[in-house]
């Protein structure tokens, strides 16, 4: 009897295992890419809560910042409420610090906060929370509803517009503010 002695792999095997290999790449990319998505959206509303307890601090301990009323809502920018955490956003780019902002609103006896941050991608598009209100950003967990492609027409600078443009913009998310107190210190860039 003659002893074989097999010590390599036949082609077969190999393309075996390659078509192997390639289905489990082919099902792990879309999943990993899913993943990593989620991961980035979850980060804008993470990052969006922080700009909000941000406000909540500065609205008490800055007396000169005007209380909200149940008619008057304040609008205090990312520029002001910015504590160095805010300078890269979950895909690359840059926060648009006079672009993103947080509004309160009195409703009864408690406040509101609703909340806009931009990140302006590195190809020049904008991403992120357009105005969403605090409760929603608690209970809404589907990262995917809330983080968005931001149109350029919406991506107007705080220091550069009216009262009255910056409210029609919000009006069909936040009623009755019938004035608005745009709190912007060191916003002149």
């Given amino acids: 009897m003659i002893k074989l002695n097999n010590k390599g792999v036949t082609m077969l ?25 989620d991961t980035r ?18 609205l ?18 990312m520029v002001y409420l910015d504590n160095g955490v805010f300078d890269e956003g979950p895909y690359g780019g840059s926060y648009e610090k006079n672009m993103s902002y947080v509004v309160v609103k009195k409703e009864g006896n408690k ?3 609703y909340v806009r941050i931009i990140e302006r991608l590195k190809d020049g598009n904008y991403r992120g929370i357009d105005l969403r209100k605090d409760s929603d950003l608690l209970k809404d967990r589907s990262f995917k509803t809330m983080v968005t492609n931001i149109n350029g027409s919406n991506t107007y600078k ?3 517009n009216t009262e009255a ?11 009755g503010c019938s004035t608005l107190s745009i709190y912007a210190p060191n916003s002149s860039d």
Avoid at 41 to 58: F, H, R
Avoid at 165 to 175: C, D, E, L, T
């Fill in 60 to 77: 008490r301990k800055d007396n000169k910042i005007p209380k909200p009323t149940t008619t008057r809502c304040v609008l205090m920018t």
């Fill in 165 to 175: 443009f910056i409210k029609g913009k919000f009006s069909g998310k936040i009623s």
């Fill in 111 to 113: 406040d509101v906060y």
């Fill in 41 to 58: 959206n979850k980060t804008y509303v993470d990052d969006a809560m922080k700009l909000i307890s941000n406000a909540e601090y500065s």
């Fill in 158 to 160: 705080i220091n550069q």
């Fill in 13 to 37: 095997e190999l393309l075996g295992a390659m078509v192997i290999l390639g289905i489990l790449f082919g099902l792990a990319v879309p999943a990993i890419t899913t993943v990593i998505n």
